[in-house]
């Protein structure tokens, strides 16, 4: 019978654990986690009626496997989708939330009147955006980064003002360094396609608005229906997992080091305790996998470490519905780097997904950090909560005091996707491939999403089963 150990309890180990198990029911598998719980960065409280994600909030369905392992675990009648009344977002311009215009696809517009309409942009920004329309195509090339494509596309002004904004909050990282090639290659491939990216997005739009399902993707470009969570938060998937795995599982357990012994492996735990496998899976983070393969395969060791993350900070805060000037007619705000506030976004939780509140209540979420501003997950609560709550006042008129708070801070947790990152991505799979019973799985070669990691951790176990079956 195979030994295999899974090392890393989020959401890629889960997975892959999950997916031995599925595949390979004979194999005795063991699943080790460092800190005391499974789950990683995903967690949700459930306290006084409300629901609070303590990580991330959401999982986009346009990527399938997690919505597809949802299924396999009877997670069904448990899914919700956002709102409908209330899809949309606002975007900080010039001190004041205004709307993000209809049809504002992360980077461009799909309708051109709501985007000349707003008062985001200035006339002379807005007729450089305009520019995309008559402007030739770029130059063939591997990669650049996001936010040089959005400039020469669409302006520096397009870029600061929404794209920035809208995109920093999904990767944590400054558009000027970031892969578009590896973070969103649909824009790309719209301007080899159509020439104008917004022409392509147009065109795309007309397409959907023959289709029965098109028209409500169609009217928003951010694509907001796509996303679902589950009734109890997104630990809802997590826990389903590990309740379904048959693996021994190891809390608290981290380990320090793995030796390759034979055809198979030790792995060095804490007070010198040794686990001994046929296959291994490294669930962890990049640069952890990288001390642990290093006696294995140092180039693999300098590829992994060479990925930066980065840190954030949620901070969740809830207010008597009345103690709210706003309308809270949208799912929150985006606030761009050159506002100059240490705020990066703010989710209307209680707006965006049904029961995360109380009756009469609603839940906020704050989000700060991000590329330049990693410092803040180092900041004391106390500072922390009087940075939310002076950008809350200042933009939605709130001046009372919440009924609860809960801050989460998330250190190193972020890969960021640099310009050239699916070079590195192939150069450690192919190292990867090269080494006998050995696999890694996690969000820092081909997505960063919980989908991402879910078809990472099972693609993983797929291919260790398949070497030792």
């Given at each position: 019978?195979?030994?295999?150990?899974?090392?890393?309890?989020?959401?890629?180990?889960?997975?892959?654990?999950?997916?031995?198990?599925?595949?390979?029911?004979?194999?005795?598998?063991?699943?080790?986690?460092?800190?005391?719980?499974?789950?990683?960065?995903?967690?949700?409280?459930?306290?006084?009626?409300?629901?609070?994600?303590?990580?991330?909030?959401?999982?986009?369905?346009?990527k399938p496997?997690?919505?597809?392992l949802?299924?396999?675990?009877?997670?069904?009648?448990?899914?919700?989708?956002?709102?409908?009344?209330?899809?949309?977002?606002?975007?900080?311009?010039?001190?004041?939330?205004?709307?993000?215009?209809?049809?504002?696809?992360?980077?461009?517009?799909?309708?051109?009147?709501?985007?000349?309409?707003?008062?985001?942009?200035?006339?002379?920004?807005?007729?450089?955006?305009?520019?995309?329309?008559?402007l030739?195509?770029?130059?063939?090339?591997?990669?650049?980064?996001?936010?040089?494509?959005?400039?020469?596309?669409?302006?520096?002004?397009?870029?600061?003002?929404?794209?920035?904004?809208?995109?920093?909050?999904?990767?944590?990282?400054a558009?000027?360094?970031?892969?578009?090639?590896?973070?969103?290659?649909?824009?790309?491939?719209?301007?080899r396609?159509?020439?104008?990216?917004?022409?392509?997005?147009?065109?795309?739009?007309?397409?959907?608005?023959?289709?029965?399902?098109?028209?409500?993707?169609?009217?928003?470009?951010a694509?907001?229906?796509?996303?679902?969570?589950?009734?109890?938060?997104?630990?809802?998937?997590?826990?389903?997992?590990?309740?379904?795995?048959?693996?021994?599982?190891?809390?608290?357990?981290?380990?320090?080091?793995?030796?390759?012994?034979?055809q198979?492996?030790?792995?060095?735990?804490?007070?010198?305790?040794?686990l001994?496998?046929?296959?291994?899976?490294?669930?962890?983070?990049?640069?952890?996998s990288?001390?642990?393969?290093?006696?294995?395969?140092?180039?693999?060791?300098?590829?992994?470490?060479?990925i930066p993350?980065?840190?954030?900070?949620?901070?969740?805060l809830?207010?008597?519905?009345?103690q709210?000037?706003?309308?809270?007619?949208?799912?929150?705000?985006?606030?761009?780097?050159?506002?100059?506030?240490?705020?990066?976004?703010?989710?209307?939780?209680s707006v965006?997904?049904?029961?995360?509140?109380?009756?009469?209540?609603?839940?906020?979420?704050?989000?700060?950090?991000?590329?330049?501003?990693d410092?803040?997950?180092?900041?004391?609560?106390?500072?922390?909560?009087?940075?939310?709550?002076?950008?809350?006042?200042r933009?939605?008129?709130?001046?009372?005091?919440?009924?609860?708070v809960?801050?989460?801070?998330?250190?190193?947790?972020?890969?960021?996707?640099?310009v050239?990152?699916?070079?590195?991505?192939?150069?450690?799979?192919?190292?990867?491939?090269?080494?006998?019973?050995?696999?890694?799985?996690?969000?820092?070669?081909?997505?960063?999403?919980?989908?991402?990691?879910?078809?990472?951790?099972?693609?993983?176990?797929?291919?260790?089963?398949?070497?030792?079956?």
């Open positions: 019978m195979p030994r295999v150990v899974v090392v890393g309890g989020g959401v890629a180990g889960l997975a892959a654990a999950h997916r031995l198990s599925e595949v390979a029911p004979e194999f005795d598998v063991t699943l080790v986690e460092a800190k005391s719980r499974l789950g990683g960065t995903i967690r949700s409280e459930r306290v006084d009626g409300y629901v609070i994600d303590r990580g991330p909030d959401s999982i986009i369905t346009e496997s997690a919505l597809k949802a299924e396999r675990l009877g997670l069904q009648e448990r899914i919700i989708r956002t709102q409908d009344a209330y899809r949309g977002a606002y975007v900080v311009a010039h001190g004041r939330l205004v709307p993000v215009p209809e049809g504002f696809a992360l980077l461009a517009p799909s309708a051109w009147w709501p985007l000349m309409s707003s008062s985001i942009l200035s006339w002379s920004g807005k007729l450089r955006a305009a520019g995309d329309l008559v030739p195509r770029g130059p063939e090339r591997a990669d650049e980064s996001l936010g040089g494509f959005v400039a020469r596309r669409l302006g520096p002004e397009m870029l600061e003002r929404l794209a920035q904004p809208m995109v920093g909050g999904i990767y944590g990282t558009p000027d360094v970031l892969s578009l090639e590896a973070t969103m290659p649909r824009f790309r491939t719209l301007e396609k159509n020439r104008s990216v917004a022409l392509g997005l147009m065109r795309g739009v007309a397409r959907m608005k023959k289709s029965k399902r098109g028209r409500d993707h169609a009217a928003m470009g694509r907001y229906g796509l996303f679902i969570s589950f009734d109890g938060g997104i630990e809802v998937l997590t826990d389903a997992i590990a309740a379904r795995i048959t693996s021994d599982v190891r809390l608290n357990s981290p380990v320090s080091g793995l030796e390759r012994r034979g198979g492996f030790a792995l060095s735990l804490g007070e010198g305790d040794e001994l496998a046929d296959g291994v899976i490294l669930a962890t983070a990049a640069h952890v990288a001390r642990l393969v290093e006696p294995e395969d140092a180039r693999l060791s300098q590829h992994l470490d060479a993350y980065g840190s954030s900070v949620t901070v969740a809830a207010y008597r519905r009345e709210i000037p706003h309308p809270l007619d949208a799912f929150g705000f985006v606030v761009p780097t050159l506002e100059g506030r240490n705020l990066m976004a703010c989710t209307w939780s965006k997904w049904p029961g995360r509140a109380p009756e009469g209540m609603v839940l906020l979420r704050c989000f700060l950090g991000g590329e330049g501003r410092h803040a997950a180092d900041l004391d609560e106390e500072s922390l909560l009087a940075d939310c709550r002076r950008e809350l006042k933009l939605m008129g709130i001046e009372a005091d919440p009924s609860l809960r801050v989460d801070r998330h250190r190193q947790v972020m890969p960021r996707y640099r050239g990152h699916l070079v590195r991505a192939e150069q450690i799979e192919a190292r990867v491939a090269a080494l006998p019973r050995l696999e890694l799985a996690g969000g820092f070669t081909r997505g960063v999403g919980i989908p991402d990691s879910i078809k990472s951790g099972e693609a993983a176990a797929e291919s260790l089963a398949a070497e030792l079956g």
